[in-house]
């Protein structure tokens, strides 16, 4: 061999590295799921806020509960039916009013179980 000193690094200095990527991996990670449920979870209350206000908005101004909820954004109470981030789509469960025709609250349509241990169609 000649008398030039080799470079690089050597397997056990690699696998050390891959070990502790893999461990900051393995903590960091189900912690930001965490994250994008909750974010999920705060703009699921929002937009069943937003919705709640329009209907109350709708009902204050017409005396009576909107037949659905296109007639919200047909009157320009909401400029569009928000979306359920947990089904990914924007349709609601529609809670009748007592004695009267008309939307008087929605809910999520979703079974599952948010980190308060509730069901989201409970909220």
């Given at each position: 061999m000649?008398?030039?000193k080799m470079s690089g690094f050597?397997?056990?200095e690699?696998?050390?590295v891959l070990?502790?990527?893999a461990l900051l991996l393995s903590i960091?990670?189900?912690r930001y799921f965490g994250k994008i449920k909750e974010g999920?979870?705060?703009v699921l209350k929002q937009n069943l806020a937003t919705i709640r206000h329009a209907i109350d908005q709708y009902y204050s101004d017409q005396g009576m509960y909107p037949t659905n909820l296109n007639s919200l954004k047909e009157k320009r109470y909401l400029r569009d039916i928000p979306e359920d981030p947990i089904m990914k789509n924007q349709e609601w469960q529609i809670i009748k009013a007592p004695n009267e025709v008309g939307v008087y609250d929605v809910k999520s349509r979703s079974n599952e179980?948010?980190?308060n241990n509730n069901m989201y169609?409970?909220?």
């Open positions: 000649s008398n030039k050597t397997i056990v690699l696998l050390v070990s502790v990527i960091i990670t189900p999920q979870e705060v179980i948010s980190s169609s409970e909220w």
